[in-house]
Nanobody, 116 residues
Framework: QVQLVESGGGLVQPGGSLRLSCTPS????????MGWSRQAPGKQRELVAR???????LYADSVKGRFTISEDNAQRILYLQMNSLKPEDTAVYYC??????????WGQGTQVTVSS
């Protein structure tokens, strides 16, 4: 079964930057959109950003102007560029692929910690 593999998480100081990557382990079909979500301790998982194949994007209000979602269609990699990071961005970040009525596939998550 194809898996989504995230990388790029880590510890960063407030105001710093990180770039997350998500690479499928094989070919995936029927993808409506790709996205990133996050879950902080004691909180529900929330949408961070989403991108459709026509290039349209959607961002959570809390990350607008700081985060950028993008795709490298040739390499089949999904990115999340995170700038001006804040302590409240600390969470496990998950990549996902939306397959419409067939459901959503999730990665295993990568930890992002913003702390001085």
């Amino acid at each position: 079964q194809v898996q989504l593999v995230e990388s790029g998480g880590g510890l960063v100081q407030p105001g710093g930057s990180l770039r997350l990557s998500c690479t499928p382990s094989g070919k995936i079909f029927g993808v409506v959109a790709m996205g990133w979500s996050r879950q902080a301790p004691g909180k529900q998982r929330e949408l961070v950003a989403r991108i459709w194949h026509d290039g349209n994007t959607l961002y959570a209000d809390s990350v607008k102007g700081r985060f950028t979602i993008s795709e490298d269609n040739a390499q089949r990699i999904l990115y999340l560029q995170m700038n001006s990071l804040k302590p409240e961005d600390t969470a496990v970040y998950y990549c996902n692929s939306d397959h419409g009525i067939l459901g959503t596939r999730w990665g295993q998550g990568t930890q992002v910690t913003v702390s001085s």
